[in-house]
């Protein structure tokens, strides 16, 4: 990966390139950004700068993730019938294949690689003591040794601690790089013990030149990415082909305001938007996490609509007959930040792995609530 590869970022990557030059690079840094924003290709880029420093012939092996002394580390599975022992080695290949297509790649990519949707994709303990004894050998090139632990957020509590004497006593010329989209789940400790450098979001100017120079897409097609993309590269590359899932997401948004306006008058009708609930609650969480940016975005957009901004409507529910300025006039200041405050909350639960069927029965009914306040 090259530092012209990557979307954006200007000034992260000058005072990258800087401290390289400088001589001023930590040995443990933790770069903390949604996988969209470009975490991964800038860790990436940083590693082929450092190995490029000290042997300009082995850096060109970064570019097809071969280097010998650049080693990963990412969350995976355990399967005691396949004899999968949970370390990253036993699925480094598909990892390879997904980052040289992707390197925007997040969690939902990994797991869709791996066919893996219901399986909760950890960094275990055996990871970390293969680790130590890879990082215990020489070095091949002669230079730095760097691991790059992608999603390191995932550790168990288990591999954190062993991973913290690894971080504490690194062997000689190792240099570690820590990706994580938040530091709610990194131990403390290990937080600590490294060097932060946070990952902005892309600029719209830069997605947008990304979309013109890639892909051959309508103006309009173009603004509506860079608007729902909200900086985020990986989601922009999604809504490419989002068709399809928009219709579905566009359905059931369609059938739970249906039901919401139905409640005030016949209470019976809660119990649609309880079955409702439970069938978004069968799908894998990332699926469910896209429709609740999806509710979001729509219930701003119908805000947008209702206070006369309609420029910058740039997309409208207009199947199945519904009437969407109608509805826009029931989002308004009095109850669009409780609306998006529960849409929050349920995504927060959702990655902290609460009951799925609870939380999208409460959002339902809590919506149903505040849809009919008065503005």
């Known amino acids: 990966m090259n530092w012209e590869q990557i979307a954006g970022q200007e000034k992260l990557k000058n005072l990258l390139r800087e401290s390289i030059r400088d001589n001023r690079v930590s040995h443990a840094q933790l770069f903390v950004g949604k996988s969209g924003y470009g ?48 370390r990253s080695s036993e699925f480094y290949s598909q990892f390879r294949e997904m980052i040289l297509e992707n390197p925007y790649a997040d969690n939902e990519d990994w ?33 730095s040794k760097i691991l790059i632990v992608w999603q390191a957020d995932k550790m168990n509590i288990s591999a954190a601690n062993k991973f913290l004497k690894f971080l504490e006593e690194p062997p000689e010329g190792t240099l570690i790089i820590l990706i994580a989209e938040n530091t709610d789940n990194i131990l403390p400790t290990i937080f600590s013990r490294t060097q932060l450098v946070e990952i902005p979001r892309i600029a719209d100017e830069d997605v947008n030149a990304y979309l013109r120079e890639n892909f051959d897409l309508a103006e ?21 082909h989002s068709d399809e899932s928009d219709s579905e997401f566009e359905e059931l948004f369609i059938t739970w305001v249906r039901e919401a306006f139905q409640v005030k008058k016949k209470p019976e009708f809660l119990k649609n938007i309880v079955f409702w609930g439970r069938n978004i609650a069968g799908w894998n969480r990332e699926k469910q996490k896209n429709f609740l ?83």
Not at 340 to 354: C, G, P, Q, V
Request: net charge negative; charged share 25%.
């Open 111 to 143: 797991s869709g690689s791996l066919e893996s949707e219901n399986k909760q994709l950890t960094i275990y303990a055996e990871e970390v003591d293969e680790l130590v004894s890879k990082f215990a050998l020489k070095s091949f090139e002669g230079g």
């Open 39 to 86: 975490s991964l290709p800038l860790a990436l880029a940083f590693a082929k700068e450092v190995f490029r420093k000290e042997n300009e012939h082995s850096a060109s092996k970064i570019e097809t993730l071969n280097h010998l002394d650049l080693h990963f580390s990412f969350p995976v599975y355990k399967n005691k019938t396949e004899k999968i022992e949970g």
């Open 220 to 240: 309009e097609k173009i603004q509506e990415i860079v608007f729902q993309s909200q900086g985020n590269l990986n989601a922009a590359k999604r809504l490419l």
């Open 293 to 375: 940016n999806y509710c979001g975005e729509m219930f701003r957009l119908a805000l947008l609509q209702n206070y006369g901004n309609e420029n910058l409507v740039y997309k409208k529910i207009d199947s199945g007959g519904f009437k969407w300025e109608s509805f826009s006039k029931f989002i308004h200041g009095a109850n669009i930040e409780a609306i998006l405050e529960e849409i929050s909350d349920a995504d927060y639960h959702l990655e902290r792995n609460a009951n799925a069927k609870i939380v999208w029965t409460d959002l339902g009914i809590k919506l149903s609530r505040y849809i009919h306040k008065s503005a």
